[in-house]
């Protein structure tokens, strides 16, 4: 599949705003949180923030953006619709939130409450973006078992280690947080790893045979193509830049989204320039994270290709 | 509404049928929907630098040419792909605006082009390839069946079917209602064992395509073995040339 600028942007930034909230939401209702006035609803405000860029970007690539809110009313089939109604649902208790920190403190129950709302419906957002990729039948290498809680934790990793540098520069430490970071770091380039072994060592989805129905005549070859220059199909998933370079950008990412922050993580961890080593981790894992997300989209084959012979 | 609708009592279940025995591979299918469909429902479809060096524009066929089975008996076979209009399809439930959809009257899937935000989500959903995007107007594009003749009273009747089925010179394509057990596309599949593309996908296409015919004509033998005439004539001048 060929990346879109838009959609990578999409999913990496809005892992790092809703991880955040979710984070943010999940501490504050445990307590966690330090009752400084300014803090959390700062955290908060970055949070959509990050969130409103990725929507923002992701309608840069419809073809009628005016169109948009139409996207909203299909929820009972759509995982994008869905998405569209999770991700507008989560603004509101996210702002109270914030508000009611502001307002009645900390510790008061409803903003507790606010923010274990906030922090549901933001993993319930990643979770519908999740789906639609991973409810596709025809890409193999999104419709299976691997897409939805990959989403999830690298969600959960962004979220922390964008906090850790948010409470490390606000506070000059983040102990805990840099630990939570760096073990996130390391579960989430598990499951990248574990992703990969599993996508190569996929069989083909159907063979040539099955797609053209000539099943009886045993294997079958492609002669001459319909049309000699690329039409929409082969732009738009006959994608083949990422097969020839898949090693080496895989050990990009890897080494940017997951091992540095985690290093660094730990760096910050052992209180050696905390703000600094936090920030570094949040901005290598950004990068990284866009490379990653540009893998999984341009690694990604569509059955429909097998008609080209690709 | 991109949930897919349930069946209706008494509804049609119209579709092609696409005969790969007859298809001689002549493109004039595709290029009969392209002219309707440029001026149809759909109109118009992208046509950028057709006299050109690089040519593209949107197309609801396109015409594959495969070799099936290898050494003297394969066979090339023409390979007609449009949108099968599948029974339960994908590219119907992704759809966050509704603008895709199924008809429940007849099964037909189309796209509200007035609605459509151009997310092109149901393309990767549909398995075959049968959606194209229009960039100039930024909406997806895909075949409707011609809609616009089938139903069409302003056509004498015996031309109210799609354009590619009209055209096509070796009629290899037929058009039908597949819930009526004695139309000719039922037969058809029924005799001729029509098959689904991809089934183990799910999506149930409701197109059939006929797979060619493996009879061939059995050729005499250019000598017999045993006595006859001719044989013995063969076998004397055989001794006379190896001398
Ligand atoms: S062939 Fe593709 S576009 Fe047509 S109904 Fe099936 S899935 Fe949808
Ligand atoms: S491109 Fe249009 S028809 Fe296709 S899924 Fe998006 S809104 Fe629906």
Same mark, same amino acid.
């Given at each position: 599949m060929?990346?879109?600028?838009?959609?990578?942007?999409?999913?990496?930034? $809005?892992?790092?705003?809703?991880?955040?909230?979710?984070?943010?939401? $999940?501490?504050?209702g445990?307590g966690?949180?330090? /009752?400084?006035?300014?803090?959390?609803?700062?955290?908060?405000?970055?949070?959509?923030?990050?969130?409103?860029?990725?929507?923002?970007?992701s309608?840069?690539?419809?073809?009628?953006?005016?169109?948009?809110?139409r996207?909203?009313?299909?929820?009972?089939?759509?995982?994008?619709?869905?998405?569209?109604?999770?991700?507008?649902?989560?603004?509101?208790?996210?702002?109270?939130?914030?508000?009611?920190?502001?307002?009645?403190?900390?510790?008061?129950?409803?903003?507790?409450?606010?923010?274990?709302?906030a922090?549901?419906?933001?993993?319930?957002?990643?979770?519908?973006?999740?789906?639609?990729?991973?409810?596709?039948?025809?890409?193999?290498?999104?419709?299976?078992?691997?897409?939805?809680?990959?989403?999830?934790?690298? /969600?959960?990793?962004?979220?922390?280690?964008?906090?850790?540098?948010?409470?490390?520069?606000?506070?000059?430490?983040?102990?805990?947080? /840099?630990?939570?970071?760096?073990?996130?770091?390391?579960?989430?380039?598990?499951?990248?790893?574990?992703?990969?072994?599993?996508?190569?060592?996929?069989?083909?989805?159907?063979?040539?045979?099955?797609?053209?129905?000539?099943?009886?005549?045993?294997?079958?070859q492609?002669?001459?193509?319909?049309?000699f220059?690329?039409?929409?199909?082969?732009?738009?998933?006959?994608?083949?830049?990422?097969?020839?370079?898949a090693?080496?950008?895989?050990?990009?990412?890897?080494?940017?989204?997951?091992?540095?922050?985690?290093?660094?993580?730990?760096?910050?961890?052992?209180?050696?320039?905390?703000?600094?080593?936090?920030?570094?981790?949040?901005?290598?894992?950004?990068?990284?994270?866009?490379?990653?997300?540009?893998?999984?989209?341009?690694?990604?084959?569509?059955?429909?290709?097998?008609?080209?012979?690709? | 509404?991109?949930?897919?609708?349930?069946?209706q009592?008494?509804?049609?279940?119209?579709?092609?049928?696409?005969?790969?025995?007859?298809?001689v591979?002549?493109?004039?299918?595709?290029?009969?929907?392209?002219?309707?469909?440029?001026?149809?429902?759909?109109?118009?479809?992208?046509?950028?630098?057709?006299?050109?060096?690089?040519p593209?524009?949107?197309?609801?066929?396109?015409?594959?040419?495969?070799?099936?089975?290898?050494?003297?008996?394969?066979?090339?076979?023409?390979?007609?792909?449009?949108?099968?209009?599948?029974?339960?399809?994908?590219?119907?439930?992704v759809?966050?605006?509704? @603008?895709?959809?199924?008809r @429940?009257?007849?099964?037909?899937?189309?796209?509200?082009t007035?609605?459509c935000?151009?997310?092109?989500?149901?393309?990767?959903?549909?398995?075959?390839?049968?959606?194209?995007?229009?960039?100039?107007?930024?909406?997806?594009?895909?075949?409707?069946?011609?809609?616009?003749?089938?139903y069409?009273? @302003?056509?004498?009747?015996?031309?109210?079917?799609?354009?590619?089925v009209?055209?096509?010179?070796?009629?290899?394509?037929?058009?039908?209602?597949?819930?009526d057990p004695?139309?000719?596309?039922?037969?058809?599949?029924?005799?001729?064992?029509?098959?689904?593309?991809?089934?183990?996908?799910?999506?149930?296409?409701?197109?059939r395509?006929?797979?060619?015919?493996?009879?061939?004509?059995?050729?005499?033998?250019?000598?017999?073995?045993?006595?006859?005439?001719?044989? @013995?004539l063969?076998?004397?001048?055989?001794?006379?040339?190896?001398?």
């Amino acid at each position: 599949m060929t990346p879109a600028g838009s959609v990578l942007l999409l999913t990496t930034l $809005t892992g790092f705003g809703y991880g955040l909230i979710a984070w943010l939401g $999940t501490l504050a209702g445990l307590g966690f949180l330090p /009752a400084a006035p300014f803090f959390l609803p700062v955290c908060v405000a970055i949070g959509l923030g990050f969130s409103s860029a990725g929507l923002v970007a992701s309608t840069l690539h419809l073809g009628h953006p005016e169109r948009a809110w139409r996207a909203f009313s299909q929820w009972r089939s759509s995982w994008l619709s869905r998405e569209g109604v999770a991700a507008m649902a989560t603004f509101p208790p996210a702002v109270a939130f914030a508000g009611l920190w502001w307002l009645l403190g900390a510790g008061a129950v409803a903003t507790r409450v606010a923010g274990v709302v906030a922090a549901v419906l933001a993993f319930v957002t990643v979770f519908c973006t999740s789906m639609i990729y991973a409810s596709l039948k025809p890409i193999r290498q999104w419709h299976n078992p691997h897409t939805a809680p990959d989403y999830l934790i690298f /969600a959960v990793f962004s979220g922390a280690v964008l906090l850790a540098a948010l409470w490390a520069i606000w506070f000059g430490a983040a102990k805990g947080l /840099a630990v939570a970071a760096l073990v996130a770091a390391l579960a989430a380039l598990g499951a990248k790893l574990a992703y990969w072994r599993f996508i190569d060592t996929q069989k083909p989805l159907v063979s040539l045979a099955s797609a053209t129905g000539l099943l009886s005549f045993g294997t079958v070859q492609p002669l001459d193509r319909p049309h000699f220059t690329e039409n929409y199909v082969l732009r738009e998933m006959g994608y083949q830049i990422a097969r020839k370079h898949a090693v080496k950008l895989r050990r990009i990412a890897a080494v940017l989204a997951f091992l540095l922050p985690a290093l660094l993580a730990l760096v910050a961890s052992e209180r050696v320039l905390p703000a600094v080593a936090t920030t570094a981790a949040t901005l290598s894992a950004l990068v990284g994270l866009l490379v990653e997300r540009w893998l999984f989209f341009a690694e990604a084959t569509h059955v429909s290709t097998i008609y080209y012979g690709v | 509404m991109t949930s897919l609708p349930e069946p209706q009592p008494g509804g049609k279940k119209l579709g092609l049928v696409i005969d790969l025995d007859t298809c001689v591979g002549c493109h004039a299918c595709a290029v009969n929907c392209k002219e309707w469909n440029t001026g149809g429902h759909h109109a118009p479809l992208p046509d950028h630098n057709p006299y050109g060096k690089e040519p593209h524009g949107v197309w609801f066929n396109r015409i594959h040419s495969y070799e099936a089975g290898c050494g003297s008996t394969s066979k090339t076979v023409n390979f007609p792909r449009s949108c099968l209009h599948c029974e339960t399809p994908q590219c119907v439930t992704v759809c966050p605006t509704g @603008a895709s959809y199924k008809r @429940a009257e007849d099964g037909i899937v189309l796209v509200n082009t007035d609605i459509c935000i151009g997310c092109k989500l149901c393309s990767w959903a549909c398995p075959y390839g049968a959606r194209e995007f229009d960039e100039d107007q930024g909406v997806m594009k895909k075949c409707t069946l011609c809609i616009d003749r089938i139903y069409n009273e @302003a056509l004498p009747e015996a031309e109210r079917e799609p354009a590619c089925v009209a055209t096509c010179p070796s009629r290899a394509r037929h058009f039908g209602d597949f819930n009526d057990p004695d139309s000719k596309v039922s037969r058809l599949v029924a005799e001729r064992g029509g098959v689904a593309l991809m089934p183990e996908l799910g999506y149930a296409p409701v197109n059939r395509y006929l797979p060619p015919r493996k009879a061939t004509i059995p050729a005499k033998p250019l000598e017999r073995q045993h006595g006859g005439s001719v044989n @013995a004539l063969l076998k004397m001048l055989d001794m006379v040339l190896s001398r």
